[in-house]
């Protein structure tokens, strides 16, 4: 369970320092977007000391490096230098096709081969052949534990314009999170590219949660506050869904499936997701209203 997944450029120490202090449920380092062309190789041999000094501060969550994109010029050393450091999981950028989780579940294999702890994939789908092909490439291999959308280069791929109200990808940012349900992993929800702008944060990470999304991309550590907020079941909720299921429960001694609570119709379905929140609540150890 993914809320929030927190991004630094590879090349800021300054920044990647910070993540034990944020709350973030997982890290990404970030080699591809984040680190500029001329200082790609020297982050990469500086990310052995990186990944130490936050496994030093016994950093809480699962830590990745988002690699530059497959068949790309930095493509093999990324991969290289990243599967020689005590790291969770690699992010795949642009991601359009499922031979190419196979390509990177081959060289997470050879690594593997040499005594290195196998590591997750996380692909990102980021353009029209992405989104097309996501249902296939979401199911292609047991390693890739989650997918996120990519909006801002989806976009410029279909040489859209962004807005605020996100119309223009709602198609596939749905898509992303069907294909991930029907898989059954983790989707994380576009990024927000304006750091100051807290209300449309709320507004998109709201949207992507009611879609289905599991959590949200991260710039900032105030953005992984919002998402961990957001991404977790209130207390109200809580409060309901225990309400809810205690009555199920209490039908069901009786031999009643189906009933009114509280106005609304119940069966099997509604108290699947009842039980679910009851989970989220656990996981994220939030009380109830009336525990609070």
Known sequence: MIRSLLFAPANRSDLIAKFPRTGADRFVIDLEDGTPLNEKANARVALPSLVAGLRAQNIQGELYVRLNEPGGPFFSDDISAVLATDIDGVVVPKMEHASQIVQVVQAIERA???????????????????????ETLAAAHPLLTSLYFGAEDFINDMMGRRTQSGTEVLFARSKVILAAKLAQI?????????????????RDAALGRDLGYDGKMC???????????????????????RRLVAAYERAAARGVGTFDFEGKFVDAPILKKARGVLHLAERYGISSATDA
Request: hydrophobic share 50%.
């Open 112 to 134: 593997a081969g040499n005594g290195r702890r196998p590591v997750v994939i996380m692909a990102g789908i980021e353009s029209a052949q992405g989104v097309a092909a996501v």
């Open 186 to 202: 983790v989707a994380l929800d576009q990024v927000v590219a304006d750091l100051r702008d807290d209300a449309q944060y709320r």
């Open 219 to 241: 710039l900032t550590p105030n953005q992984v506050v919002m998402a961990n907020e957001i991404f977790s079941p209130t207390k109200a909720e809580a409060e309901y869904a």
